[in-house]
Each structure stands twice: as C-alpha cells, then as structure tokens.
Nanobody, 118 residues
Framework: VQLVQSGAELRNPGASVKVSCKAS????????IDWVRQAPGQGLEWMGR????????NYAQKFQGRVTFTADTSTSTVYVELSSLRSVDTAVYYC????????????WGQGTQVTVSS
C-alpha cells in the first residue's frame, strides 16, 4: 500500500491550493481517505475525510466552506483544495487511509508542504 502526495506548494495569501494523494496497492474504493495537517510547532489537525466510492465527504467545521475533497476513481487519486489561504494555513498536509470513524490511520502519505506567504 502506498499513498504518494504531490510536491511542495508556495502560494500568496488569498490564493487556493490543490494537493493530490495517489493511492496504490489496495482497492481504492473500500477505504476512506482523511486529510490531516500539521502547522509548525503544532499538533496534528484533522481536516475531514472522503469516501472515494461515492464521494461522500465529512469536513471539520473549522474548514467548512473553504475546503473541498474530491476523488478520481480512474486514477485512484484524492485531492484536497483549500481556498482563501492565510499565513496560518502554512503547514504540512497529509493524507491517511482509514476504515472510518473510530478506526486508526494505517497508511499515510509522505506529506506536502504548503507555504502561504507574500
């Protein structure tokens, strides 16, 4: 099983960013993919999850209206798009696989550094 994320991104405040997470080595549509971020010096922050089979999403309240998860089953890839970026969105963004609520993350992507700076 592998989750491979796209490379580092640098954005200006107010812009949007889209990060990908390509899955391989398992049946893509069976597991949820969650997105978690870690800002410098901070703990992990859960952003939400998507079920690739039907596109069902669950966003953390903090990010609702500003984040969008999508899944492309033809390429086994999940995307997170975050808009209206602020400097506090500077963080490493991770995708992680899980069976669902109450289950642990069993595989993680390598992380994508997103830097928001003018």
């Amino acid at each position: 099983v592998q989750l491979v994320q796209s490379g580092a991104e640098l954005r200006n405040p107010g812009a949007s960013v889209k990060v990908s997470c390509k899955a391989s080595g398992y049946t893509f549509t069976i597991y949820y993919i969650d997105w978690v971020r870690q800002a410098p010096g901070q703990g992990l922050e859960w952003m939400g999850r998507i079920h690739p089979e039907d596109g069902e999403t669950n966003y953390a309240q903090k990010f609702q209206g500003r984040v969008t998860f999508t899944a492309d089953t033809s390429t086994s890839t999940v995307y997170v798009e975050l808009s209206s970026l602020r400097s506090v969105d500077t963080a490493v963004y991770y995708c992680a696989r899980t069976e669902g609520s109450g289950y642990p993350f069993d595989y993680w992507g390598q992380g994508t550094q997103v830097t928001v700076s003018s």
